[in-house]
């Protein structure tokens, strides 16, 4: 079983950043791939950033990629998203989830996952 929090959520202006952070509660954080996905008001989840089990590879949604890095810390059992230039097309709820298996797009794919932080970007 693996826990995972989020947290760094907030509000922002347009153009600004955030770093998202999850923390992960279980022994072998290093054995799964992570992924950050995202769900705005009245849409459906959609896929952000994955990261392998070691670091070396990340995927991004075309939507984010050149503005935001997925990066881990398997001593710390943390993986972060670190935001740049905002848009308010970002604004959504982002979770975390992990899976014991290679890093994958499809969140069906994922085993665990956070409850979710909120980001708010302004205009």
């Known amino acids: 079983q693996v826990q995972l929090v989020e947290s760094g959520g907030g509000l922002v202006q347009a153009g600004g950043s955030l770093r998202l952070s999850c923390a992960a509660a279980?022994?072998?954080?290093?054995?799964?791939?992570m992924a950050w996905f995202r769900q705005a008001p009245g849409k459906e989840r959609e896929f952000v950033a994955t990261?392998?089990?070691?670091?070396?590879?990340?995927v991004y949604a075309d939507s984010v990629k050149g503005r935001f890095t997925i990066s881990r810390h398997n001593a710390k059992n943390t993986v972060y998203l670190q935001m740049n230039s905002l848009k308010p097309e970002d604004t959504a709820v982002y979770y975390c989830?992990?899976?014991?298996?290679?890093?994958?797009?499809?969140?069906?794919?994922?085993?665990?996952w956070g409850q979710g932080t909120q980001v708010t970007v302004s205009s």
């Open positions: 990261i392998t089990r070691s670091g070396g590879s990340t």
């Open positions: 279980v022994r072998t954080f290093s054995i799964y791939s």
């Open positions: 989830a992990a899976r014991d298996g290679y890093r994958s797009r499809n969140e069906y794919d994922y085993d665990y």
